[in-house]
């Protein structure tokens, strides 16, 4: 059974800095891994997939990937209040029709 | 359009009773999910349907039973409703062509609280 570890937070951070979020997994054979935005009250929303080690860019979004040390992290550069949220690390099973997910880290950024 | 949708939005019952709550999906995906996120936010697989056949059942009560009657299409019928299934329950779908990892689209959610 995969594992799927997030400190549950709250992480704050003031506007225009850089949040970072962290998962940790115990499989050390997955091989991709999601990055989910949940609002309060909303559904998941995808941000990032990432299945090669280093680092991947989207926007202010770089999702980082260290497959030897079975962890992935999530980093938003100059964080808006509108990026408070709940955000959700998966991982998916070999067949890819699943998802483990972790329990979350909320996150606050304050003005 | 919406890709994922769900009905009902929100529903409150009876601990006993018997309810049930549809899904959609327009995206053309061959695979289907419930979900259940509880009230600490910890988001759990339920069921996994692949062209309305059932490949996944995460050790889920027999109170609940999905029924797919075709691919765009999930419901979860929820038998003898406890006050421990009040919950979020989503719906998801993705397409899984050859094993392959896919993204997995959520519909809007049900809240469920048994009373």
């Known amino acids: 059974q995969k594992e799927v570890e997030q400190n549950s937070g709250p992480l704050s951070v003031p506007e225009g800095a850089i949040a970072s979020l962290n998962c940790t997994y115990s499989d050390r054979g997955s091989q991709s891994f999601f990055w989910y935005r949940q609002y309060s009250g909303k559904s998941p929303e995808l941000i990032m997939f990432i299945y090669s080690n280093g680092d991947k860019e989207d926007g202010r979004f770089t999702a980082q990937l260290n497959k030897a040390s079975q962890y992935v992290s999530l980093l938003i550069r100059d964080s808006q209040p509108s990026d408070s949220a709940t955000y959700l690390c998966a991982v998916p099973n070999n067949a890819g029709n699943m998802l483990t997910f972790g329990g979350g880290t909320r996150l606050m950024v304050k003005p | 359009d919406t890709a994922v949708s769900q009905t009902p939005k929100y529903l409150v019952t009876q601990m006993g009773n018997d309810k049930s709550i549809k899904c959609e999906q327009n995206l053309g995906h061959d695979t289907m999910y419930w979900y259940k996120q509880d009230s600490k936010k910890f988001l759990k697989i339920m069921f996994s349907?692949?062209?309305?056949?059932?490949?996944i059942n995460e050790t889920v009560p027999n109170r609940f039973s999905p029924k797919s009657p075709d691919k765009a299409h999930l419901n979860l019928h929820i038998n003898s409703l406890e006050l421990g299934d009040s919950a979020v329950y989503f719906c998801a779908s993705s397409q899984v062509t050859g094993g392959l990892v896919a993204t997995q689209y959520f519909g809007p959610g049900t809240r469920l609280t048994v009373l």
């Open positions: 349907y692949n062209n309305k056949e059932l490949i």
